[in-house]
């Protein structure tokens, strides 16, 4: 088994909107797997709205950003896609996503990310 290193920022801040500042936040700077193991990327956010779109997005080597899945937040089920899915917990605003069955290319920058809805 191949440990598959994801790598990951601490920070990423985005102001989207005309006035308010949402922030979310990657507490951890990296995690590992096995290869066909299950990891999770954490993300906390920050909004005083309550109609808004989750995101995680993975940047290519290329370094493409690729939108690999999306969470509305009046949505009642936790968004999947392939293997990635998302545990999006709207009272305590945590967004995390998971990867299941690692494989090499998966080994990538992860990136959460926050916009309102109108
Ligand atoms: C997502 O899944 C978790 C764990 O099962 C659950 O606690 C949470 O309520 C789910 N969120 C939504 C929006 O369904």
Redesign the pocket.
């Known amino acids: 088994m191949t440990p598959v290193s994801l790598l990951w920022a601490v920070l990423v801040s985005m102001c989207l909107g005309p006035s308010v500042a949402q922030t979310v936040t990657q507490p951890q700077p990296e995690a590992s797997v096995q290869e066909a193991g299950t990891v999770t990327l954490d993300c906390a956010y920050s909004t005083s709205e309550s109609d808004y779109y989750l995101f995680w997005y993975k940047q290519l080597p290329s370094g493409e950003m690729v939108s690999i899945i999306r ?1 509305y937040a009046y ?4 968004a999947t896609n392939d293997r990635y899915s ?5 009272e305590t605003k945590a967004f995390s996503l998971r990867i299941s069955d690692s494989q090499m290319e998966d080994a990538a920058m992860y990136f959460c990310a926050y916009s309102g809805a109108q």
């Open positions: 969470q949505e009642r089920q936790n998302v545990n999006f917990q709207k």
